[in-house]
């Protein structure tokens, strides 16, 4: 009797293991599509936005991975979400207008101890209208058409005119 009840005991944790292996399927599964295509580049998008996106709970549970890879970003997206954005790095034109890509510099924008907001000329690329027009790294541009630089039109920064005067651009 010891012997048939330690092979009932042994057949029900096998059943009981199998139904919990089988059980442990999600529907959160994504199939798996030939690398290179767009459902897999899709794929890592997801992946890479369920690490990163600050809002990763609200992304959809089963979105199309058959729409175009900018398509299914923004599928992803929060609607209230303004500020996200895909580029693919081969093509330029993906890339969002820029001071950067359309003039050849990029620039922080910073407060001085006194309060003052200022903006600070982090590099300037070559052959470049920036450089054309004698953007230097580390310049600071402190007016724009003679309005000082506040935080609200820092990020208004498209065209420059500068002339050099100790280190500093002024517009």
């Known amino acids: 009797m010891g012997n048939n009840f330690f092979k009932t005991q042994l057949l029900a944790l096998i059943i009981l293991s199998f139904s919990i292996i089988s059980c442990n399927r999600t529907d ?3 199939p798996n599509f030939p690398e290179g295509s767009t459902e897999s580049v899709n794929v890592w998008v997801q992946d ?3 690490r990163y996106y600050y809002w990763a709970d609200h992304m959809p549970p089963k979105p199309n991975y058959h729409l175009p890879v900018k ?3 923004k599928s992803l997206l929060l609607p209230q ?3 996200s954005f895909i580029v693919n790095t081969s093509d330029a034109s993906t890339y969002p207008r820029s001071v950067r890509n359309m003039y050849g510099f990029d620039y922080a924008v910073l407060q001085l ?3 003052e907001i200022v903006t600070v000329i982090k590099l300037v690329l070559k052959n470049s209208p920036a450089l054309n027009a004698g953007l230097e790294r580390g310049m600071i541009i402190k007016k724009i058409d003679g309005q000082n630089i506040t935080a609200y039109n820092a990020e208004q920064l498209t065209l420059i005119y500068c002339r050099k005067n100790d280190d500093r651009a002024y517009l």
């Open 48 to 50: 890479s936005m369920r």
């Open 28 to 30: 959160d599964e994504v």
């Open 113 to 115: 101890e006194n309060g």
């Open 81 to 83: 979400d303004r500020f």
């Open 71 to 73: 398509d299914f970003f």
